[in-house]
Structures are given as C-alpha cells and as structure tokens.
C-alpha cells in the first residue's frame, strides 16, 4: 500500500531554492480563484495562480445567486432590495449562516453584478471573443437597457423564493442571474462566468501555472505563510509568496475518508457533483498550522434531473407514505429533505390529468387502485390512500395545511395514478459539500481560537461559505466570486515579507 502523502507545512529553510517569486499565489483556478487573482491583480502586478486539474464550474449552469436591485432585474420589472435578499438568503441557508458575510454580499450585490460585467462577463448583451463589451455604458458603468434584451432568459428563480415559508418573509423576487454565450451560438451556456474571468485575468497580467498540484504550505520561523510547495509531473515547484497565499481548492466530495468522519452515511449513497480534484487537500494543509474547519457536515444533495414542472401538482411520499414537504419549493431543498431526512426513500404519485409521456421518465408502478400501489411499493396498508385522500380535501378548497403547497399547484388526484420511482438508485442524485475553513469577511482563515493565520486566506468551497444547511442555485458562483476578489485584495494588502 502506498504511504499517504504528507500535507504538514515545510519551513523556508526546507526549501532549497525558489522557482518562482511573487507577492500573492492563488492556489486553484476556478470561479474562486480567477476572482482572487483579479482582486489581489487591483492591488499588485504580482500575482500567480497554481492549477492542477480544473473546477466544477463547467459542470454547472453558469447562474449567480445576486440581488438587490441589479440592472437586469429592474429591466425586467423586479423591485428588490439588500434587506429583502438578506432576509430571504438568512432563511433559506440557514441554520448558521455567518451574518456578517451574509450583509456584507447582499449589501455588495449590485457593486458586484457592475464588477463582473466589467470584467467581461455577458450579464447584459456580453462581451465578444475578446472581451471588448458590445454595448455601450452609461457614464455610471451602466448599460441602458430594456426588459426585451432579457426575452427567454438571463433572469431565473433558483431557491424557492416563491414557496412556503419564504414567501411569508419577504416579497418574491427571482434572483438567478444567467450570462449570455459570448460567441453568439446559444442563448446560455455553462461555464460561460469562468470562461470570461479567465480571459479577464489573462488581460490583467496574471500569471497561470498549470498541471501544478500545491502539496504543502510553506511558513517562517514566526509561523507565517509564505509560499507553497507544489509537484509539476513529478518535478518539486517552490512558489515565494511576499504577502499571502489563497486556498481556492474546492471541497471534499471526492475524499471519502473525509466523508466518513463529517458527513452523514446518506451522502455516501448519492452521486458525487464536482470532479476528483476536490479531495480536501486545501483544507488538510491549513488544518495543519491549527486553521479551524466549520459545517464540516453541510452539503446539498439535487435532483439531477427534476421532473416536468406540472408535475407539482403531485404528491412526494416517503416510505411510511406520507408526504415529507411542499412540492413547489426548490429542488436543491427537495433533494436534500430526500437524502438527509428521508433516507433517499422518495416517490412522486401523479394521476392522468397531471402525468406527461417523455423520453427519459417512465412510471415504476401505475394502477387504478391507490391500495394496489401500496403492496406494488411495499408502503405500509392504508398510508397512500389516507395521505391522498387528506389532501385531496384541501385541494378541493384550494388549502393545504400540512405544507402549504401554493393554491395553483393545489389539484386533487384522482384515478389512474402513475408513481415515479424517486430513490437514489433509481433516480440519479448528486451532492457536494459545503463546509470548510473559517474565514472572515476579508478572507482570513482563522485558528481555533478566531484569531488571522498570517499570510493564508481562502475563499470558494474550500472555506465555510454562506450556504450552510440550505442552497439556492447560484450562490456558489455569487459567493466564491464575491468573497475571492475580496481575499485577493485583503491578500495583496497584507505587509510583504
């Protein structure tokens, strides 16, 4: 058996010679990491950022979760504002959202959408292959536009915003901001938000190593940080960083040891959203100078692919055959309720009226009989037919008051009936972690005891992010961008060495 490598910090005095010198590395080159090499690229012309692999960006759908009042939103009609994003995001993230954070991002949003625009990013009629902006700005930065630039898309609802209990705390606003393709084949595509800061941060001067894993950290005698050590196909890389080093790195979907100890068993069942370089290394190696790791147990489990949203106007039911949640909320929340609290044991009951044929979904079991469904299932006799008829009740008079699905999804069912078969092994379902390292608001990682560890900073999915025991798509994008430029800046302000 191979010895497991090491990710105890070295000293300077280990190192034998620097292969590269510069004020701030960047370790990991996804949405986090490009916006801490633009951020601390504000402040420096010295910046480099270490890549191995590549992030998961470009497996997701390219939204950020912002808000606030953005362009886009009053475009299209949508009054928002920082203290009804706060109130909504406090909820829906929660419990243990860091509140501190959490104003300073909603506070921040509308500074952010102008930022990222600026860079290069196609929130509005984007940019061109090289980056130059097709529409004009306003003298604020802003580009005069009109709700028919957004026709078909660019402004989404990505977190239950419009569900029960939500919709209770603040008016409904949708909040998915999705960037348009640059070259102009597609309306939208994914990874569209990396693609363009990427070639925002070629057009800044930082400099990219790639196929470089970082393996250790590198401090002084005083215990500070001061650069990494990295591996180039087998070949040893020492990085000098004057001013701090930034652990972008992502989470640990991929490092089932460290599954084990944090997560609960039902995360081990579902598929893994990410790719293989998120093994938690960037979290190991700031463990070993006392950093603290926080939500260590959070993680999102989603639906991969979530049924036809007619069918909400079904019923989910767990294995006792009860319904578990309201079936118009978000499907990151569906997902999870599933994965975490239902044992993965889900199904969606429909009827004829509801049910729609498809390519790709087919019902398990199908009967005129709600009792037949119960013994095909193997649901407790008289569950299914009790559930429904309780809620075919309040759907007659448009209530339900166990869950409080919204009045137009509210129909009773009635026979034929068609189940869905929604377990894991069934129904593909994929999770990703979101607990990691403490930081602060500028993006310090802290010790155990809250106290800076000087010259580490980390942002993305490799610290403790907003999301927590809750998502809402979009707020990867939104939070690793916003919190890695400002790790970038706090780094490269941080005093040289």
Same mark, same amino acid.
């Given at each position: ?24 590395? /960047? *370790? ?5 990491? /490009? ?61 243990? *959202? ?8 909603? %506070? ?12 290069? /990013? ?20 802003? *580009? ?8 078909? $898309? ?12 939500? !919709? ?14 640059? %070259? ?38 005083? $215990?500070?940080?001061v650069g990494v050590a990295a591996r180039s196909f087998g070949t040893a890389v020492f990085v000098r960083a ?12 991929? !490092? ?23 093994d938690g290394l960037g979290i190991q190696m700031a463990q070993m100078l006392g950093a603290d790791a926080i939500?260590?147990?959070? *993680? ?25 949640? !309201? ?64 809620? !075919? ?27 869905? %078969? ?76």
């Open positions: 058996m191979a010895t497991k490598a090491s990710a105890r910090p070295i000293t300077q005095d280990q190192v034998p010679a620097w292969d590269i010198e510069t004020d701030v590395v /960047v *370790v990991g080159y996804s949405i986090a990491g /490009v916006c801490a090499a633009l951020g601390a690229s504000e402040v420096t012309d010295r910046v480099v950022a270490l890549e191995r692999g590549g992030g998961s960006e470009g497996t997701c759908g390219g939204i950020l979760y912002l808000g606030g009042g953005t362009p886009m939103q009053q475009a299209m009609g949508h009054h928002d504002t920082a203290d009804a994003m706060y109130t909504f995001l406090l909820a829906a993230l929660g419990p243990g *959202v860091d509140e501190d954070k959490l104003r300073r991002y909603c %506070d921040g949003s509308v500074e952010h959408f102008r930022w990222l625009f600026e860079s290069g /990013v196609p929130l509005i009629s984007g940019p061109d292959r090289e980056g130059t902006p097709l529409a004009t700005p306003d003298p604020d930065g802003f *580009v005069q536009v009109g709700a028919q630039e957004y026709a078909g $898309g660019g402004l989404v609802w990505t977190g239950g915003e419009q569900a029960h209990p939500f !919709n209770q705390l603040t008016a409904p606003v949708p909040r998915g901001h999705m960037p348009r393709d640059p %070259d102009g084949t597609e309306d939208l595509f994914e990874g569209a938000v990396l693609k363009c800061l990427l070639a925002a941060a070629e057009r800044a001067g930082v400099r990219t190593v790639f196929n470089t894993g970082v393996e250790r950290l590198v401090v002084d005698d005083a $215990g500070r940080v004057a001013r701090g080093v930034i652990i972008t790195t992502g989470g640990f979907i991929y !490092n089932d040891e460290m599954l084990g100890e944090h997560c609960t068993p039902a995360v081990h069942g579902a598929g893994k959203l990410g790719h293989g370089g998120q939500h260590m147990d959070a *993680v999102d489990a989603t639906l991969v692919s979530t049924p036809h949203i007619s069918f909400i106007k079904g019923i989910l039911v767990n294995s006792r055959g009860q319904r578990f949640i !309201n079936e118009d909320t978000y499907y990151g929340r569906l997902g999870t309720e599933t994965v975490l609290r239902q044992h993965s044991e889900c199904y969606l009951l429909v009827d004829d009226k509801i049910f729609l044929e498809s390519s790709w979904l087919r019902p398990a079991w199908a009967s005129d009989s709600l009792q037949d469904l119960e013994q095909q299932i193997g649901l407790p006799d008289g569950a299914l037919q009790q559930t429904v008829d309780y809620y !075919n009740r309040g759907a007659e008079v448009g209530e339900d008051p166990l869950f409080h699905k919204g009045v137009r999804w509210l129909q009773p069912l009635s026979p034929p009936y068609a189940v869905l %078969d929604l377990r894991h092994r069934s129904f593909p379902i994929q999770a990703f972690t979101m607990g990691g390292l403490r930081t602060d608001v500028g993006g310090h990682v802290l010790d155990v005891e809250g106290r800076p560890i000087d010259g580490l900073f980390a942002a993305g999915r490799a610290s403790a992010g907003l999301a927590v025991h809750g998502y809402c798509s979009g707020i990867s994008l939104g939070d690793g961008s916003f919190f890695g430029r400002m790790a970038g800046q706090t780094a490269a302000r941080n005093p040289s060495r």
